[in-house]
């Protein structure tokens, strides 16, 4: 109680000067010191709520709230505002003081105090707090991202954010092991530590006549890996940290050169020599010591007058904000204490040839190629994707006189000039992971830097937007604030990469070409589909993108340009399959160019309707598959003949006659039996597909009953699916369950077969027994395919069991999803739950899919999911998802039973187990807690309601 007499004889000056200007009556201040002694006495229990805190902050808001209400309605002085201000907002510190000081290792509570003096607007007081939170948490990238956002933003300090961007990239650096080909040569095999760390903060320079001259047997080691989009969250971390360093580099760029357009001063007038000679390699080391340095010598200039424009409520309340936490890191500390960018007047002849540099994006140059040196190899394609977008998207301004040179323009071409330069460097990645980056690198023709107007209206829009732009800076502040939680520009790819793995595919008459070994590749044509195309709900549409390359006569010269380059590299590419199972560098290319060409073909896709430039496809595509068969057995892979063969197909089901038709498809029948031997493409997805609908097509037209057609189509399946599970690889195990042929042959299962558009009950429980019998095998082969996962000797084999897990989950799902309509989903859980292998996450799902069921049997629903976590805590009874997803679902039916299962649970973990299995069950509590209040208070409301209308 001491502790709490001294908190509240701490607001006796406020509470004074409340009673003697009249807010408050000594009854409302009295109820006011009420409130606070019972907060203040939950602040102090043995175990403190971080809620408590939170809700004692809110109350103390809300009063000031109220305060200045009653302050404003009486007519009290400006000086009584200033008073009550310092004086209660310095208690709000204390309580987030408090708050902090107790949970320093949440960054939840650093956040909820940050956000409080943001809206304060007290910047001193967010910076120390900001220090103090990334001295405790130096791994929390987007705590440092919102500390580099309010540095450039609130405080207008562009070195304090760069200084901080730099810190938090050193911090969060993931080693990884480079290759060096001189290690072998240095002395007794090792290699010097100082010379390791001075390597990897070189610049690797390429030269360009060096990297054309190299041959196919070039042991050069490649400096790129090979595109995974799949990342951790580190790495995923790290790639946003370096893309929004770069963003905040053009953001300070973009803001000088918007500051010298106004000023009228033109720096891009000079010649070409000019140019080469700030190309040149002084360029690199004047970048880096802008970067780093930029405003050293001119920030002591305006350190005293940042200081003068702080409000006196802050400055009082700095003495009650330590600067820095006596736990925290000294290592991750002075990160807040530099001042704004100052820059003097000075005369076109006395600017020294380094700001040149930066306003012609030296900066963003050098920071790409020292992003390349840092990051792990498998992250520079996406890296560089991420830049690209960054770069066509950043808000570049244009003069305001129409004779002025574009220089935004001219930036931003230059940019891109450097990063399509990594991509298209065939040293860089070798000719192994080289299709993907060339195949972005092709595609730079369909976004012209330059804007195209058609008439003179779109260029008077055009330079009134512009003029708009350089008034309110609209544009720009919205690409300043750094993306903390969401990146569209890396995050956002990542995204995109996972909904490919999992997006299924509708339909047998046309596989998706998702299927390609290299998901980069995918990733690609899916940025040019969303470039090109937009989707609504009547189906896909051209694009304003596609409709401007249209109407300047690009559209044409973009596809030409990149079918062309990529045809070269067709032809380069050699043949360096280093075993007979995996796919050389030429049919990799040859592979990416049909499906580019592929895609560019299918209106549905691109959009292209031209008839002149469809058949030019449609001669290139023919063309490619001829040059891929005549240059060697492997060259032409299972995409290219699926490409040649489904457009055969497709002709062959359009014909109207029957027996014409039947004649061609038992053609292709055996043209794709033969495709599918085991010789050439016995695992592929696509041929599998083909086959089974040309053969359900025959089935349906021949004399045989339904019974044996569905008998043959079935045993069809089964061929296919044996074939295509055994013969899977790593590369083609990164597709997810939902894309697999398994899937399509569950749809056909669960479209009931193929009986009468009307069946009857009988048939309807006939079609469900077969269906079931027909999912039964499929438990039992994808389980024993499961168990044969574990060959040591396959490639890739934790990719494959991974693969084949999800598999296996997923005939699990389905099969539960089948039986309930019919209420058979008991009988058939407790058959899979002897019979199956599921995973963890595979059961927990499948108790979701049977709680969305409208119509549930609530005995016989409690009953199976009894039943499901009984076999998951009998083999996951260490697990702590287990046991919270049992209480969870225990908790809203049965408390008595689910603290008896605490009970258990305390006994069968381990005591730091059982920690954060009580954690979860203390939200599950809460949860069910504001769950019941908000019923209660619907229950008011309409008690209410009924009584106004009685």
């Not at 107790?102 to 900001?130: C, E, H, L, N, P």
């Not at 990146?487 to 995109?496: A, I, P």
């Not at 040309?694 to 057609?709: G, P």
């Not at 979701?848 to 549930?856: G, K, P």
Request: charged residues 25%.
């Amino acid at each position: 109680m001491e502790r709490v007499q001294y908190q509240l004889e701490r607001s006796v000056p406020q509470l004074q000067l409340l009673d003697e200007n009249g807010v408050f009556t000594k009854e409302q201040l009295r109820s006011i010191t009420t409130q606070r002694q019972t907060f203040e006495g939950r602040l102090l229990r043995r175990g403190p709520d971080k809620n408590d805190f939170l809700r004692y902050a809110d109350f103390e808001r809300n009063l000031a709230d109220l305060i200045n209400v009653k302050a404003n309605r009486i007519g009290l002085p400006r000086s009584f505002y200033r008073d009550n201000a310092a004086a209660h907002t310095g208690h709000i510190v204390a309580i987030y003081e408090r708050l902090v000081l107790k949970f320093k290792y949440d960054v939840d509570a650093w956040q909820q105090y940050i956000a409080f003096a943001k809206s304060r607007k007290m910047r001193v007081v967010t910076g120390r707090v900001y220090a103090r939170a990334l001295s405790l948490h130096p791994n929390n990238v987007p705590l440092w991202l919102a500390a580099a956002a309010h540095e450039l933003n609130d405080n207008a300090s562009t070195t304090a954010a760069r200084s901080l961007l730099q810190r938090a990239l050193r911090l969060n650096r993931l080693p990884w092991k480079k290759s060096d080909p001189d290690s072998s040569a240095s002395t007794n095999g090792k290699r010097s530590i100082n010379g390791d760390v001075d390597d990897s903060n070189k610049r690797q320079r390429v030269d360009n006549s060096s990297s054309t001259s190299i041959t196919d047997g070039s042991t050069t080691p490649a400096s790129s890996g090979p595109a995974a989009l799949k990342l951790s969250s580190r790495e995923a971390d790290l790639l946003r940290l370096w893309v929004e360093y770069i963003r905040m580099e053009l953001v300070f760029i973009e803001r000088l050169r918007r500051r010298w357009l106004v000023l009228g001063l033109q720096w891009d007038t000079e010649g070409a020599d000019e140019e080469a000679a700030l190309s040149s390699s002084n360029d690199s080391a004047e970048a880096q010591q802008a970067a780093v340095d930029l405003d050293s010598t001119t920030n002591m200039a305006g350190s005293a007058n940042d200081e003068a424009g702080l409000q006196d409520e802050e400055t009082i309340l700095l003495g009650q904000v330590p600067d820095k936490d006596p736990d925290a890191n000294p290592e991750a500390l002075d990160t807040a204490s530099t001042k704004p960018n100052t820059f003097a007047p000075r005369k076109m002849t006395t600017i020294p040839p380094t700001q040149i540099a930066i306003l012609r994006g030296n900066i963003p140059l050098f920071l790409i190629g020292s992003a390349l040196d840092s990051l792990a190899p498998h992250l520079h394609f996406v890296f560089l994707v991420a830049v690209v977008e960054l770069l066509q998207s950043f808000p570049f301004a244009e003069p305001i006189s129409l004779d002025a040179p574009q220089s935004g323009q001219a930036l931003r071409r230059r940019l891109l000039d450097g990063a399509y330069q990594h991509l298209s460097d065939r040293q860089r990645w070798g000719w192994t992971h080289f299709a993907p980056a060339a195949l972005a690198s092709s595609l730079r023709s369909f976004r012209p830097e330059t804007p195209f107007y058609a008439d003179a209206p779109d260029r008077t829009a055009a330079q009134l937007a512009n003029t708009e732009e350089m008034d309110s800076h609209r544009l720009l502040a919205s690409a300043s604030h750094l993306r903390t939680t969401f990146s569209n520009e890396t995050d956002g790819l990542l995204e995109l990469a996972s909904q490919l793995r999992s997006a299924t595919t509708s339909g047998l008459q046309k596989a998706s070409a998702s299927s390609s070994s290299s998901l980069a590749t995918v990733l690609v044509l899916q940025l040019l589909q969303s470039l090109l195309t937009e989707r609504s709900g009547s189906g896909a549409r051209a694009s304003p993108a596609y409709q401007k390359l249209a109407q300047s006569g690009t559209l044409p010269l973009a596809v030409n340009d990149a079918i062309t380059k990529m045809r070269e590299l067709c032809l380069e590419a050699p043949l360096n399959a280093v075993k007979s199972s995996t796919r050389s560098a030429k049919a990799e290319f040859y592979t990416t160019t049909a499906l580019l060409v592929e895609m560019l073909s299918d209106e549905q896709r691109s959009g292209i309707d031209e008839p002149n430039l469809l058949r030019y496809l449609e001669s290139v595509q023919t063309q490619l598959i001829k040059e891929a068969q005549a240059a060697g057995s492997q060259i032409e892979t299972a995409q290219m003949r699926a490409i040649t063969l489904r457009k055969k197909v497709e002709a062959a089901l359009a014909v109207e006659d029957d027996k014409e038709r039947n004649k061609k498809l038992t053609k292709l029948k055996e043209q794709l039996k033969d495709a599918t031997g085991k010789k050439i493409f016995p695992g592929s997805d696509e041929l599998w597909s083909l086959r089974i609908l040309v053969a359900s097509n025959l089935a349906r037209t021949s004399s045989k009953s339904m019974e044996e057609s569905r008998d043959a189509i079935a045993a069809e399946w089964h061929r296919g699916l044996q074939a295509c599970s055994e013969n899977i690889d790593a590369n083609a195990a990164i597709s997810s369950a939902e894309n697999s042929l398994w899937s399509r042959f569950f749809d056909w299962l669960d479209d009931g077969v193929f009986g009468s558009q009307e069946p009857t009950r009988k048939e309807v429980k006939a079609s469900f027994r077969y269906s079931s019998e027909q999912y039964r095998w499929a438990v039992r082969e994808t389980a024993s395919l499961l168990s044969r996962s574990h060959n040591k000797s396959m490639a890739g084999v934790e990719v494959v069991q991974e693969h084949r897990q999800d598999v296996h989950d997923w005939c699990i799902c389905r099969y539960i999803r089948l039986s309930r309509p019919f209420g058979k989903y008991d009988d058939i859980v407790s058959w899979l739950l002897q019979s199956s292998f599921g995973s963890l996450q595979g059961w927990l799902g499948n108790i979701t899919e049977l709680e969305s069921e409208e119509e549930l049997d609530m005995p016989k629903y409690l009953q199976t999911v009894e039943r499901i976590f009984a076999k998951l805590l009998q083999t996951n009874a260490k697990d702590v998802e287990v046991w919270s997803n049992y209480l969870r679902h225990l908790a809203s039916r049965d408390m008595t039973k689910a603290l008896q299962t605490l009970e258990r649970c305390r006994s069968t973990l381990d005591k730091s187990e059982y920690k954060l299995v009580e954690k979860e069950w203390q939200s599950i509590c809460e949860a069910l807690q504001a769950q019941s209040s908000t019923i209660v208070d619907n229950d008011d409301d309409h008690d209410e309601i009924s009584e106004d209308e009685a």
